[in-house]
């Protein structure tokens, strides 16, 4: 069982919405998971640095949510579990993986998605994907978002009994409205992910 104690990385908390110093809580809890709430100003690819790191390290994400407060400002909730020879997630600085990033273990696997659907949202591109739970889903996706320059703005992730139901808002470099092309271009790689 993992011990219950509050793992701090921070000197901000994250209830107070102005804070801009970053940072981060970790806590266990009951159900062997850990909490971890992250706050800060980060960089575009903050998430799919702390995802591959993690992915890296075998620590899964169960489910979790995270959005810009403010352009620059991001508040999260992640709750992660490491498999039976992952790294223990009290051990690691939050902070240092949003950003340097990992490459993918050799053991990943190739993502399949089951659908998706792609929608304009008040100024956003919002993406739905379902599919089965692998090594470096996530990973995979922010990547793929990242090659056509869409960066989330709202993430929230879901993976109940190794399903996968995550959502994003995504939109261009410094917040714009993505562009066609970008839409069409991410259809086309997402359409290349279906199962077949």
């Given at each position: 069982m993992y011990d219950s104690s509050l793992i701090r990385g921070a000197v901000a908390a994250p209830s107070d919405p102005t804070?801009?110093?970053?940072?981060?809580?970790?806590?266990?809890?009951?159900?062997?998971?850990?909490?971890?709430k992250i706050w800060g100003?980060?960089?575009?690819?903050?998430?799919?640095?702390?995802t591959s790191a993690l992915s890296s390290r075998n620590i899964g994400i169960h489910r979790g949510a995270a959005h810009k407060v403010t352009p620059s400002l991001w508040?999260?909730?992640?709750?992660?579990s490491p498999a039976a020879a992952g790294e223990l997630p009290d051990r690691l600085d939050y902070l240092a993986l949003t950003r340097d990033g990992a490459e993918l273990p050799e053991t990943a696997d190739r993502v399949r998605l089951e659908s998706f659907s792609l929608?304009?949202?008040?100024?956003?591109?919002?993406?739905?994907?379902?599919?089965?739970?692998?090594?470096?889903?996530?990973?995979?996706?922010?990547?793929?978002?990242?090659f056509f320059s869409l960066f989330p703005s709202e993430v929230r992730i879901d993976?109940?009994?190794?399903?996968?139901?995550?959502?994003?808002?995504?939109?261009?470099?410094?917040?714009i409205a993505p562009s066609d092309a970008s839409m069409q271009g991410l259809r086309i790689e997402l359409e290349k992910l279906l199962r077949t």
């Open positions: 804070m801009s110093e970053p940072g981060f809580e970790l806590q266990a809890n009951a159900a062997g998971f850990y909490e971890l100003k980060f960089p575009p690819r903050w998430l799919a640095n702390l508040l999260g909730t992640l709750e992660i929608e304009r949202r008040d100024g956003a591109l919002f993406v739905e994907v379902n599919g089965s739970d692998s090594v470096g889903f996530l990973v995979t996706l922010l990547k793929t978002f990242a993976t109940p009994g190794g399903r996968v139901h995550d959502r994003f808002w995504l939109k261009g470099v410094a917040g």
